[in-house]
């Protein structure tokens, strides 16, 4: 019988069914979709994060690479109430270990009284409780993994979509989802990928109608180049950001960032447009929010479950981001027009400078 524990910070160790064999650690967080599995294991804003689904079943509709936003499994640990037996072995696969057959519902009222916290696990014919604690005890908090966006980000450039003759996006890849390159790819857009730490020189190089950050894991305030390539080029050139990428936008631009207790991860979050009045559901994945936009940005849409700021538009520059996930993938698609308002925006602002001055 194959032996599973979970430490939690505070030392409770939990017991349950091990899936897939190994050691972990990582930031304990908890998502309540109850459907998108393949796509939030593989989205890279889960890296150093260890993956409780409270929905109990995971897997009943197998394991599909299309759905995959990346081409790895990114949750150090996955804990669940059941697992089928098509996800244990791809998690297995991956060398990632899983428990179920735990009490997902004790795990998730812990996160929420407490707060996201530090855990080991150990998974294995032979580990013991101590295995695990010792996990938790080399477990790092989130702000610590100064480096995060080195183990998400690609190493080199990459273009896509080079004979498309929309606009040209620079997306600066802080663990980009496939889905964002794939959304802008409809839109006729031409986008290159650029490593987290690309060089203003590297922006230029790319000449881009857009700007754009991406999402990824880990503190905001650990991007410090993809913060300074915002404050470079916001004056000249239009920028827009995802996730973690409207957090960047805002330490970039005077304003600030904190961190939640819990966050917001799942597939029905309802956010409020401030403007038309409307309600849309979203899909979310995040630990931090901004805190304070600052002066030069205002906060256009709100979550309705705890007015943290979830769409940002700049006040004199051309900036729009979101805090949720407009790609939707995993969630509802009522916010895919998110992709078209930022290809407008720069769209616009290639045809503005086109136009010669009237004088
Ligand atoms: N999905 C994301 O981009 C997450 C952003 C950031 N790491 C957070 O947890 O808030």
């Known amino acids: 019988m194959t032996e599973a524990y979970v430490a939690l910070e505070g030392g409770h160790v939990i017991e349950g069914r091990g899936r897939a ?39 009943n509709y197998g394991v599909r690479e299309e759905r995959f936003e990346d081409d790895r499994v990114h949750p150090r640990a996955v804990l669940a109430k059941e697992l089928t037996d098509d996800v244990a072995a791809w998690l297995e696969s991956e060398g990632v270990p899983a428990v179920d057959h735990l009490d997902t519902r004790e795990v998730v009222t812990d996160i929420r009284d407490e707060g996201a916290m530090k855990c080991g696990i150990a998974v294995g014919e032979d580990v013991t409780e101590e295995d695990a604690l010792e996990q938790l005890e080399q477990c790092k908090a989130m702000s610590e993994h100064t480096d995060i966006g080195a183990q998400v980000s690609v190493d080199e450039v990459e273009v896509y979509g080079a004979d498309n003759d929309g606009e040209t996006v620079a997306l600066v890849d802080c663990g980009a989802k496939g889905s964002i390159v ?6 006729n857009a031409e986008v290159h990928v650029l490593p987290y730490d690309a060089s203003v020189a590297d922006v230029e190089a790319v000449d881009p109608d857009v700007l754009f950050i991406s999402n990824g894991p880990g503190d905001p305030a650990n991007y410090e180049q993809a913060i300074s390539l915002v404050e470079e080029f916001v004056e000249d050139t239009p920028v827009a950001g995802i996730c973690l990428g409207q957090q960047i936008v805002a330490e970039a631009l005077g304003g600030t960032t904190t961190k939640m207790d819990f ?7 309802p ?7 409307q309600v849309v559901m979203t899909t979310q994945n995040h630990g ?3 805190d304070d936009p600052g002066e030069h940005l205002e906060v256009t849409q709100i979550n309705v479950n705890d007015d943290t700021p979830e769409g940002i538009d700049g006040i004199e520059y051309d900036v729009i981001t979101r805090q949720y996930h407009p790609e939707a993938n995993p969630g509802p698609e ?16 290639t045809t503005t400078q086109a136009v010669p001055a009237d004088d």
């Open 21 to 59: 064999p190994g050691t972990a650690r990582g930031e304990l967080v908890f998502t309540t979709a109850y459907t998108g599995y393949e796509e939030s294991l593989t989205d890279p804003s889960y890296e150093e994060q260890v993956l409780t689904f409270s929905y109990p079943l995971i897997g």
């Open 182 to 187: 794939d959304s802008l790819l409809a839109r």
């Open 263 to 269: 966050g917001h991860r799942g597939v029905n979050q």
């Open 271 to 277: 956010v409020l447009d401030l403007e038309s009045g």
């Open 288 to 290: 931090y929010t901004v």
């Open 334 to 349: 009522d916010t895919l027009d998110f992709f078209d308002d930022v290809l407008a925006m720069a769209d616009e602002r």
